[in-house]
Nanobody, 125 residues
Framework: QVQLVESGGGLVQAGGSLRLSCAAS????????MGWFRQAPGKEREFVAV????????YYSDSVKGRFAISRNNAENTVYLQMNSLNPEDTAVYYC??????????????????WGQGTQVTVSS
């Protein structure tokens, strides 16, 4: 059974930083590209970042490029999202997801096979 468990969310002031983690089990982690998505109240789930299987190549949404960094540790079956220079617009539930899509860096939610339960990030002004 595949499980993705996010952690590291919380309340932070604008300009601050948080580091999210997602621990995966039940799958061959290195064979999956891993993505982060977020969903704010009343909005659709949106793509944040993805790190490719094997190569570790990365792709970011324009809204977080230069502020967020995604990384993975295949030995620990974990993917991270370092979030810097946070602003209130970053407030959302953050989800990690796994895909073995032939497309290495997918940004569409429908390309992902497994999802975590999410972790809340709240940025105060």
């Amino acid at each position: 059974q595949v499980q993705l468990v996010e952690s590291g969310g919380g309340l932070v002031q604008a300009g601050g930083s948080l580091r999210l983690s997602c621990a995966a089990s039940g799958l061959t982690f290195s064979s999956y590209s891993m993505g982060w998505f977020r969903q704010a109240p009343g909005k659709e789930r949106e793509f944040v970042a993805v790190v490719a299987r094997y190569s570790g190549a990365q792709y970011y949404s324009d809204s977080v490029k230069g502020r967020f960094a995604i990384s993975r540790n295949n030995a620990e079956n974990t993917v991270y999202l370092q979030m810097n220079s946070l602003n209130p617009e970053d407030t959302a539930v953050y989800y990690c997801a796994a895909t073995n899509s032939p497309h290495l860096l997918p940004s569409n939610t429908n390309k992902y096979d497994y999802w975590g339960q999410g972790t809340q990030v709240t940025v105060s002004s």
